[in-house]
């Protein structure tokens, strides 16, 4: 039998899938495999080096595409401790080009923005675990570092260590989750003002996820900013008209969500005329429109719309509503699942959201038909449908708000009992 061994192509793969499944320490164990191995054939190649042959380290090729596996695998796990381990491997990377071993191309800003990628992630940390770090915000401290980085990749002498559009976008994304918008928007019109000048692609460096990012941070902030909503709107302004990029899904959401929460103006007519525009370009060009209107989308248009002084803006979101209820059980019925292509239009959180807004208008008999209906329908076998905590306590609120006592104890029991 003959004995083969795997090669450089063999490692890549097994590291790029290991990233791919978010396993980062498998990863990194199978990448120092493969450092050892290319370092002891280079070690055996000394002397056949010196008759002129092929150096057979390049059976390993530590090239910037296995690095950049790695650093992939970590930058996309979510571990806390992500920034810390791709961090070291930057460090390996310089020893290695120091030593010769390593070429120096393999080095540049693309590495750093796997590094701004771990700082970019919402960190889940218990408060026990914050006050053993001294009450110190991980969420702020990794945004703080993440500008610092970027700020060095911008005034470095090294071109190939300037930032690009991925570094921007990693940078906006760690200030939206800090809930800095105005740090995300400055950080914005700084990338687009390169663009403007030049010394970035509007093509390869400019794109809806940095225009989408900044509109949720202003989104965000909304309830309580009273300009957040204009502000929102200037960015996705911006986007459509100077750099006549087309807005997908995620940047009309929020856009929606930024008016939805607004206490500053009647949020039902600006909703209303989004989803609208949504409707009728999905229409128009199918999945190419790259905005099809999805359930996270009908949620911001109910919230907006229940949250409307209108009088008949709650009837008006209730037939929507019966429009996605209707097109959800079409897409079930059809194939018995949802469509390869097609959008989930409807989940659990709708349903909250019309019985809130019946339960704020002391409609508790409306809250009961809309919460049975969803019931009907989980044990009809919907099981995107499940009933959750949360519709039990609207439940309660809408009875109470109506002065009906008996009723708010009836749903208790039944709450308490578990049955649906």
Known sequence: ??????????????????????????????????????????????????????????????????????????????????????????????????????????????????????????????????????GKDMVLENAQKAQSLLHWMEHHEDSKFHPNGESYFNAILVWNYAGDPPKCQALLDQLCHAVRNGKMSRLHDLNQRQFSVAITAWSNVSERSPRAAERAQAIFDSMVQEFDIKPDVVSYTALIWAYAKTKSMDPAQPVERLLTEMQQKYEREGDASLCQPNSYTY?????????????????RAF??????????????????????????????????????????????????????????????GDKLLRPITSLYVTRLQAWSKAANPEMASLVLQEMVAGHH
């Open 1 to 134: 039998n003959v004995q083969l061994q795997p090669n450089g192509v063999c490692y890549n793969a097994m590291i790029w899938m290991y990233a791919k499944q978010g396993d980062p320490k498998r990863a990194e164990a199978l990448f120092m495999e493969m450092l050892q191995n290319s370092d002891n054939a280079a070690d055996r190649a000394t002397s056949l080096n010196d008759n002129g042959t092929n150096d057979p380290r390049s059976t390993f090729p530590i090239d910037a595409g296995t690095w950049n596996g790695i650093l992939a695998a970590w930058a996309e796990s979510g571990d806390p401790n992500a920034a810390h381990h791709v961090t070291k491997l930057i460090q390996r990377m310089e020893d290695m080009i120091d030593s010769g071993r390593l070429d120096p191309t393999c080095l540049s800003a693309s590495a750093y923005n796997k590094l701004l990628g771990c700082y970019a992630v919402k960190p889940k940390e218990t408060q026990q675990q914050r006050q053993r770090r001294g």
């Open 299 to 315: 949620n911001a248009v109910l919230s907006g719309l229940t949250r409307s002084p209108d009088p008949f803006a709650m009837d």
């Open 319 to 380: 037939t929507i509503f019966q429009q996605v209820r209707d097109m959800h059980q079409e897409n079930r019925e059809k194939e018995g699942h949802l469509h390869r292509h097609q959008e989930q239009v409807l989940d659990t959180s709708l349903f909250k959201t019309i019985m809130i807004g019946w339960s704020n208008r002391k409609r508790p008999d409306l809250v009961e038909e809309v919460f049975h209906d969803l019931i009907d329908r989980y044990n009809a």
